[in-house]
Each structure stands twice: as C-alpha cells, then as structure tokens.
C-alpha cells in the first residue's frame, strides 16, 4: 500500500520553486486556452475535421521532429533562459495568428505558425522537466513534482474555461492576445531562479555527441524504452482521434462550444485530485498504481462514442483526467531519479519524443479513419486496446516498480 505523508508545502521555501511555480501556472493557463481559441478558429472559417486534425497535428508533429535538439540545449545552456525564450517564442507567435487571421490568409500560413508554435514546445519541455533537481534536494522531488502537477492541472481547468469565455466574449483575436500576455507575463518570473547547476554552462561535447548520449541513456533502461514506445503506440490510436473529435462531436451533438470546454476542464480537474494524491502518498509500487489508473483513460473515447448528454461527456473527461495523472506524477520522479541530472534534459526530450512520435499521425488520420470505420466503432475499438496495451506494459520487468531491476 502506499504510504501516507503530510502534504509537503515546504519545497516553497527553497529559493526559486514559487517562481517556477506561479510561472508554470500561467503558461500553462495560456497554453491550455489556445487550443480552444484555435479550434474555433478553424471551424468557424469552415474547417473540416481533417483540416483542424492536419493543423492542430502540425504543431506536434514539430514538437516531436525538434524536441532531442530542445534536450541538448537544455543540457548545453541555463535551463531557466531555455524555458524563457522559447515562451517568449510561443507568445510572438500567438501574436502573429491574430495578423493572419485579420488578413484572411490561407490555411497553410496558419499551419505554418502552428508548426512553429510546436518548435516553441519543443526547446521548453525538457528544460522544464530537467530544471527541478537543480532548485530542490532530491529528497523533495515527488512533493516538487507534484505539486507542479497540481499547477499544471489547475492551470488545464482555468485555461479551456477561460478559453471559452474569452472567445464567447471578445472573440478568437483578443483570446489569442490574452493568451501572449500570459506567456510573457509568465515566463519573466523565470529571471529570479537562481539555478544550483554551475556545470550546465561548463565546456560542452560536440552536439551530435550529446545527442546520441541522451538516446543511449535510455536504451540503457529498457523498461524506461517499452514504456515511452507502447505510449506512443497509445497516444497515436487514443489521443490523436480524441483531442480532434472533442470539438468536432461535442459542437455537432450540443450546438455550442461549451461542452467542448468543460470537458477539457473537467479533464484537467479530476487530475488536480490524484496530482495531490501523488504528493501526499509514496507509492512502493508506483508503476502499477499508474498504469491501472492509466487504463480508465479509456472514458474519453467512450465518452464520445455514447456523447447522449453533456453531463455524461464533462463527467467521462473528469475520469479520464482521474486516471491520467498518477503516471505523470511518478513517471518524472522515477525519470529524475534514475538518470543523472547532467542528461535530464536529454532524456526527458527522448521521453517526450517517443511518446510523442506517432501523435500527429493519429491526429491527421482521425478524419479518413472514422469516416472509414464510422466514430463509433472506431471510438470503441480505441478503448478496448488502449486497456489491453496497459495490460501489456505491466508484464515488462522494471515497471511496476518504475524502478531498474536489481542485478541479482
């Protein structure tokens, strides 16, 4: 059983977490209310599921095709200014949707910036992820990591709602400036982190060097391996269809871009009750509370399979939001655990790589293959094999204790 702590608010009163804190918070408040300011966006010129399934997998598709290069800056330079420029990036970008959308060009410029907007994600991610060892002591990591957790949650509940208000009231452009805004103001709580790793910045190998380095670090843990590649396998056939098809089918079935909302929000609240979880208990057997819980993600494609009411989509999302969030709470502290904090940032660009890899297909196909199969079916089918691959994750030595297995 896991074992019962007191909820750790001390990681406060190290120097620079609140700074971290209160930063992610933002940024992922304006991140989080992009999509649905983008989404409305394309629809209402006209969109089709494939075009906003090709737009919006742009943005992965980039972040994927980029993010090892994001790990070794993030290894070679001061995490802290990675993070800044690439938000910085990210809200100039936002900015420029505006102008191309007042100048009514063409969808390409649109999907232009957004794979732009994927390389942003890209450079930061693994600074972000690599940035805590070097601000709290080992020993608080999982109540860091959590309670980043938490902000990233309550950030995914406040940003789709916002989101939704912004748009229903001043409209996609000011939704999109609010959202730089955000990036800006953000971000440039950054400057005060004072970042306890000197040798970051020291001589530095040659970047295909760093590059291999990361990727053989984490062949060296096959479990770390199978688990981001059947992830990805997952995010592909689950994912990829459901993050198009929430707009598409809440927007057909209920006539408004509410429920679509809501339902992101509730996703992201129902995480914010096992983040807290995640820092209240230690998990002896943390692989397999995060993969059990991982399997009733398979809510949300049902979700929309059977959308007969608002009420039961919004409370499928809060489920599956219930069941995401232990893996991604115990998944980064094993990562920081287990791999020396000089390659983290490498690491966590390969994590996010190879989870990330097959996204953008899914994405793209999520037209052609449900008008092939139909949405129901397929939506279906996605959710019986999404549940037997976590079946098949928790055979793989190493993973039920999201540990390495002892020699012996």
């Not at 098809?245 to 509410?258: D, S």
């Amino acid at each position: 059983m896991p074992k019962k702590k007191a909820f750790d608010s001390s990681v406060f009163q190290h120097q620079g977490f609140w700074q971290l804190w209160v930063s992610g918070l933002l940024v992922v408040i304006g991140a989080q209310a992009f999509p649905v300011a983008l989404a409305v966006t394309v629809l209402d010129a006209g969109g089709s599921v494939s075009s906003l399934g090709l737009i919006m997998g742009a943005r992965v598709f980039s972040s994927v095709l980029l993010v090892l290069a994001g790990g070794v800056w993030a290894d070679r330079f001061p995490r802290k200014y990675v993070m800044i420029f690439a938000d910085t990036f990210r809200a100039i970008l936002t900015i420029a949707i505006v102008f191309q959308s007042i100048a009514h060009a063409s969808a390409w410029v649109l999907a232009v910036i957004i794979f732009a907007m994927g390389a942003g994600e890209a450079l930061g991610f693994p600074a972000s992820g690599a940035i805590l060892p070097s601000i709290l002591p080992t020993e608080k990591l999982p109540a860091g990591n959590a309670m980043r957790s938490v902000t990233a949650k309550t950030g995914s509940i406040v940003g789709p709602s916002l989101g939704g208000l912004l748009v229903a009231t001043i409209g996609t452009h000011g939704t999109f400036i609010v959202v730089a805004i955000l990036f800006l103001v953000g971000t440039s709580l950054l400057l005060g982190i004072n970042e306890d790793s000197p040798e970051l910045v020291e001589a530095r190998p040659p970047f295909v060097h760093q590059l291999k380095e990361g990727l053989r670090a984490v062949i060296a843990l096959p479990w770390v391996a199978w688990v981001i590649a059947i992830a990805s396998i997952q995010l592909m056939v689950v994912i990829g269809v459901e993050i198009v098809l929430l707009p598409v089918i809440t927007r057909r079935e209920f006539h408004t871009n509410t429920v679509f909302a809501l339902s992101a929000a509730a996703m992201s609240f129902g995480g914010v009750f096992t983040a807290i979880l995640g820092a209240r208990y230690r998990a002896k057997k943390a692989g397999l509370i995060s993969i059990l819980s991982w399997m009733f993600f398979a809510a949300a494609p049902l979700a929309l399979a059977f959308p007969f009411a608002p009420w039961f989509v919004i409370l499928c999302y809060f489920i599956a939001g219930l069941a995401n969030e232990p893996f991604g709470v115990y998944w980064s502290t094993a990562l920081q655990r287990e791999i020396p904090q000089e390659m983290q940032g490498r690491v966590f660009s390969v994590d996010y790589m190879g989870s990330l890899a097959l996204l953008p297909i899914g994405m793209a196909l999520a037209g052609p293959v449900t008008a092939w199969m139909g949405e129901r079916p397929y939506l279906i089918g996605a959710s019986v094999f999404h549940v037997i691959l976590c079946g098949v994750m928790l055979t793989i030595p190493g993973v039920i204790y999201f540990r390495t297995p002892r020699k012996d």
